[in-house]
């Protein structure tokens, strides 16, 4: 590989703090974000000028217990993570951000470790990437990165607003919508509930509009994603 093709140490600057560099976590992020978790000075400079050569927001950090504390923005971004590092290393990081809203992970690494390739890519990363890094492969990843955190924000963000509309449904309203999603006819759905099937018809029509159903299918596919369980009538 070309050395110029390598991300190559740059001087770090004398203006920033050594714990975290880049952003400014009191000023609002409005666009991508790059975390860089690395104990190596020259490797998160170089890193932080690439990215920010290419109009990308960096925000660095010397160890995994400085990113913790960060006060991370609500926007897409992606954490690209040093395998090895003192104290808490790569793959505990990554187990330690399972289970909260953690960005999507590129793993870098001074060498190539299988055994770690395939714990990283298991636990959801999006590529593991070894040193000395090629700047377009990096770039590459963290795209997709990228894309793949919008995808699960909107998917996520869908979720909360059909949430938000199902709790708007009067618990008979809660009652029929199993039954019709799952293909009762009104005369059937209304012998069930023991109500009359006028009723019934005027119970669904209210869970359509209150879901903002355009059509049946949409109200199954809202089902789905809400996890409706199946009538036990």
Known sequence: MDRRDRVAPVR????RS???TGVDPTQPA?????????????????????????????ACFRSAVDFLRYPRSDVSACLVLDLQM???NGLELQRQLTEELTPPIVFISGRGDIPSTVK???GGAIEFLTKPLNPDALLAAVNAA???????????????????????LSPRERDVFPLIVEG?????????????E?????????????????SFADLIRMATKLGIPPTTA
């Open 184 to 196: 009762f006819l009104n005369k059937e759905a209304a012998a069930i509930l023991q109500i009359a």
């Open 18 to 20: 050594p714990n975290a």
């Open 30 to 58: 409005l666009a991508d974000i790059v975390y860089v978790v690395d104990d190596d000075d020259a490797v998160r400079a170089a890193l932080q000028s690439l990215f920010e050569s290419h109009k990308l927001a960096v």
């Open 86 to 88: 003192p104290g808490i």
């Open 198 to 214: 006028v009723t019934l018809q005027v119970h669904r029509s209210q869970i359509m509009r209150k879901m903002g159903a355009a």
């Open 146 to 168: 990228f894309a793949k955190d919008r995808s699960v924000r909107e998917s996520r963000a869908e979720l909360c607003e059909l949430k938000k509309r199902f709790t708007l």
């Open 120 to 122: 990283a890519i298991r």
């Open 12 to 15: 770090h600057s004398t203006k």
